[in-house]
């Protein structure tokens, strides 16, 4: 996140509503830690920014639309992307609901505010042939390991095994990371080959998992000393630890593996997801199962991908047609 210039001493912000509503959001709401983060982050800066321009702590239930507009103003004089602005408007529009519901204000005061609008950018993803060598990619990465040695820390055989399994199952499932490494032996119904997922919010669904994904799995806990079981962690850090995968160590493998394909070693794990939803609906599945699949809330947030199968197509048009 963005973050605007702060005054040369540090604030210590010590607010016990803002405590209060990310408690809220880790456990009632079961946010993701990026969400906590970002929020926490959000709330903690208009607090500082308060503290700097008034000379005194934000009173929530005293602050009024003119307060916001002044920070608004603040937010766009250190030139933040529309995004960044949007963002901690939302963390405060989210708090704000949260301390009207235990009568601590009665309206929202951001409310009716004009935000910049966001610009319209459409997903980044893989073709099918880039998704197919990238799976292939911790293989390819071992065996030239072998052949010769380089700088850093090597890839072994075990993690090898693990990151096959990892890549087939984000994109057999088309998951999130945080969803990824949550998931949980007992999740996996193999008679089935179905997935219970744990997305936002606390929120369940099922997802298909392919077979390849499945095999691969397998054959990962195949070279682990013992199977694991019941609630156990998937996927582990490593052979040895039952601890889950975390989400970090996954982004940093990931861009092992996009040099080792030839890819653009920035692409995040959430591409994958974009590559998952965008290849299901240029093979003809209907948007409404594919807002399902992903666990979106609205409609609208999945349609984003249907503008990129459709500038697909016009591409196709242009250089085809003789006419076009």
Not at 173 to 201: P, T
Request: some cysteine; hydrophobic content about 40%.
């Amino acid at each position: 996140m963005d973050a605007p210039k702060q005054p040369e001493m540090p604030l210590e912000i010590h607010d016990k509503w803002i405590a209060k509503f990310l408690t809220h959001l880790a456990t009632d709401r079961g946010a993701s830690i990026y969400t906590q983060r970002n929020y926490e982050q959000a709330l903690i800066e208009f607090a500082r920014w308060h503290l700097t321009e008034q000379k005194a702590a934000a009173a929530w239930e005293k602050l009024q639309r003119d307060d916001f507009r002044s920070y608004l103003r603040y937010l766009g004089r250190n030139q933040l992307s529309r995004s960044a602005i949007q963002l901690r408007f939302s963390a405060l529009r989210t708090f704000y609901r949260f301390l009207i519901r235990h009568g601590i204000v009665e309206s929202l005061p951001i409310k009716n505010i004009s935000l910049p609008k966001l610009e319209k950018r459409l997903p980044r993803f893989l073709t099918k042939q880039q998704m197919e060598d990238l799976l292939v990619a911790p293989a390819k990465l071992l065996a030239s390991q072998k052949e010769r040695k380089g700088p850093g820390r090597p890839l072994s055989p075990e993690a090898c095994v693990r990151d096959i399994a990892v890549l087939e199952t984000i994109y057999s499932c088309g998951l999130r990371v945080s969803e990824l490494c949550g998931l949980r032996v007992d999740d996996i119904d193999w008679s089935e080959q179905i997935v219970r997922v744990r997305g936002k919010g606390k929120k369940e669904r099922l997802v298909p998992i392919g077979q390849p994904a499945l095999k691969a799995i397998q054959e990962y806990w195949g070279i682990l000393a013992s199977a694991p079981f019941g609630a156990q962690p998937v996927f582990r850090v490593d052979t040895e630890k039952a601890g889950p995968l975390g989400p970090l160590q996954l982004s940093r493998r990931l861009k092992n593996y996009l040099v080792t394909a030839g890819l653009d070693p920035g692409l995040t794990p959430h591409k994958l997801r974009h590559s998952y939803a965008t290849h299901l609906l240029d093979a003809g599945a209907d948007l409404r199962s594919v807002q399902e699949l992903l666990g979106h809330a609205h409609l609208i947030t999945t349609q984003v991908y249907t503008h990129v199968t459709t500038e697909r197509l016009k591409r196709a048009y242009d250089a085809a047609h003789p006419r076009a």
